[in-house]
T-cell receptor
């Protein structure tokens, strides 16, 4: 199977600080990774599409300067929440696609629960 | 109007019953259809995926896609308490980035012993 590892699973930070979340594809090369945000009892909201070696594509309404995405290799993408505020508290999930084959499925990490105090 | 509509539930069924879930969508460009299961505070887990119209069966799970009606379904036979989770439908357009998905709201399922 395709395994995606996300770290940390939970983080608490002080308001004004920055937090980095890592997303790794463990057994395949991910040409594209995606970052989602999920509010309690709500569906996943796509924040941005991350392509290896190029700038991320952000969805409308997502602040690119606040949510910095780096996809430096085919197995690692990072999301940095800069100058975090309590309203940034949420569940962040990454997914990765192999970008090949005959299906468009994506594989998800375990998610990161961010709490900003 | 959302591109993908899914009743959020909750849907409560007794153990052993068939769970029936469905989604409707408006974008005729969607070709790949997936069902994910998500336990509380965990990442979604891929259960089933289908390409275009048709049925697919895997153990207790059956996925159906009717593109003419823009309607997809997931059936879970012989439901167990461990099936209690949120089930999300997702779909993708082949002309879009590989793996870029549009999700339904998710249906919370509760299987009671």
């Amino acid at each position: 199977g395709a395994v995606v590892s996300q770290h940390p699973s939970r983080v608490i930070c002080k308001s004004g600080t920055s937090v980095k979340i890592e997303c790794r594809s463990l057994d395949f090369q991910a040409t594209t990774m995606f970052w989602y945000r999920q509010f309690p009892k709500k569906s996943l909201m796509l924040m941005a599409t991350s392509n290896e070696g190029s700038k991320a594509t952000y969805e409308q309404g997502v602040e690119k300067d606040k949510f910095l995405i780096n996809h430096a290799s085919l197995t690692l993408s990072t999301l940095t929440v800069t100058s975090a505020h309590p309203e940034d508290s949420s569940f962040y999930i990454c997914s990765a696609s192999r970008g090949t084959g005959d299906s468009g499925e994506a594989f998800f990490g375990q998610g990161t629960r961010l709490t900003v105090v | 109007q959302k591109e993908v509509e899914q009743d959020p539930g909750p849907l409560s069924v007794p153990e052993g019953a068939i769970v029936s879930l469905n989604c409707t969508y408006s974008n005729s460009a969607f070709q790949y259809f997936m069902w994910y299961r998500q336990y509380s505070r965990k990442g979604p887990e891929l259960l089933m995926y289908t390409y275009s119209s048709g049925n697919k069966e895997d153990g207790r799970f059956t996925a159906q896609v009717d593109k003419s009606s823009k309607y997809i379904s997931l059936f879970i036979r012989d439901s167990q308490p461990s099936d209690s989770a949120t089930y999300l439908c997702a779909m993708s357009d082949p002309s879009d980035s590989w793996g870029k998905l549009q999700f339904g709201a998710g249906t919370q399922v509760v299987v009671t012993p």
